[in-house]
């Protein structure tokens, strides 16, 4: 069984930076992803990493702002987020990839932490 805690959320002025963390219980030989919901909104792809830390992907929206990296010695994954907006509040969560390529579907992520809140004001 697979734990992830996320960690680093909080709130923040528009323009502000946070890093995330990711911490899983055990090594992860798997690409991660994170992804964020808005309030009464769906799941929405936000940055992913391949097990190198050498191939990412990100969403359009945060393409440019923000920058997913990973330590393996740490079993760790991390999000830094700069420039923010009020658009980027939600919850933040991170999940481990069940395929080898960097997927942008939440179907293709099965163990998923608690979230950490985001909150950007204006």
């Known amino acids: 069984q697979v734990q992830l805690v996320e960690s680093g959320g909080g709130l923040v002025l528009f323009g502000g930076s946070l890093r995330l963390s990711c911490t899983s219980s055990?090594?992860?030989?798997?690409?991660m992803g994170w992804f964020r919901r808005a309030p009464g909104k769906e799941y929405v792809f936000v940055a992913a990493?391949?097990?190198?830390?050498?191939?990412?992907s990100y969403a359009d929206s945060v393409k440019g702002r923000f920058t997913i990296s990973r330590d393996n010695a740490k079993n760790t994954v991390y999000l830094q987020m700069n420039s923010l907006k009020p658009e980027d509040t939600a919850i933040y969560y991170c999940?481990?990839?069940?395929?080898?390529?960097?997927?942008?579907?939440?179907?293709?992520?099965?163990?998923w932490g608690q979230g950490t809140q985001v909150t950007v004001s204006s």
């Open positions: 999940a481990r990839s069940t395929i080898n390529s960097l997927s942008t579907a939440k179907v293709h992520y099965d163990y």
């Open positions: 990493i391949d097990l190198s830390g050498s191939i990412t």
């Open positions: 055990g090594r992860i030989y798997n690409p």
